[in-house]
Every structure is written in C-alpha cells, then in structure tokens.
C-alpha cells in the first residue's frame, strides 16, 4: 500500500523561503507522476505545480510562476516543491500527491501547514 509523508512546512515572513518534500512508499514511484496542492481555510483545494510521470512537463499555477520550483529525487523517493518570494496568500495547507488518475490522483499526503505573514 502505497504512503506520502511530507515535511518541511511552517511559517514564515513574506519574502521568505520554504521547502517542501514528500517521501514516497509502498508503489512504483519511478513511475508516477507527481502534484502538488495546497487549501486555504476560505479556498477549495487548488493545484500548484505537477510533473509528469515521464519527467519532462513541469506545470505551475499562474500565481505561483517564477516562485515556486518542483523537483524529485529517483534514488530517494522524493519530491520537492522550493517556496521563494512567499507571499501571505500562499498561506494555506500543502498536499503532495503522485500516480495521476483520470482527474486525481491516487496517492496523497497528510497535508503540512505553510504560513506566510505580512
């Protein structure tokens, strides 16, 4: 059975910088493409950044464009999602997510809180 267990969440001044990771277990993760989400208290659950499952399409909401880099590690099992220039907006509850199905995805993180303050 598949598992995502993220870390790297907190809070942070706008303008700050944070690192997200989320490690993968218990499916082919080599073979799975990756996401990101996060949920404000006032939101639905948005997207904000994808790869795919060959690797080679990186995706980024508009509001997170230029700011916000994706990564992932084979050899470990991990992806990451590098937070730069926060802004208070990006406050909210990240979830990680790999091996896209149809219009989801079948595997996600616990959620990790990111907090951004004026």
């Known amino acids: 059975q598949g598992h995502l267990v993220e870390s790297g969440g907190g809070s942070v001044e706008a303008g700050g910088s944070l690192k997200l990771s989320c490690e993968a277990s218990g499916f082919a993760f080599r073979a799975c493409g990756v996401a990101w989400y996060r949920q404000s208290p006032e939101a639905e659950r948005e997207f904000v950044s994808s790869?795919?499952?060959?690797?080679?399409?990186?995706t980024y909401a508009e509001s997170v464009k230029g700011r916000f880099q994706l990564s992932r590690s084979q050899r470990l099992s991990t992806f990451y999602l590098q937070m730069n220039n926060l802004k208070t907006e990006d406050t909210g509850v990240y979830y990680c997510?790999?091996?896209?199905?149809?219009?989801?995805?079948?595997?996600w993180g616990q959620g990790t809180q990111v907090t951004v303050s004026a």
């Open positions: 790869l795919n499952a060959g690797g080679g399409t990186f």
């Open positions: 997510a790999a091996c896209r199905d149809v219009d989801t995805y079948q595997y």
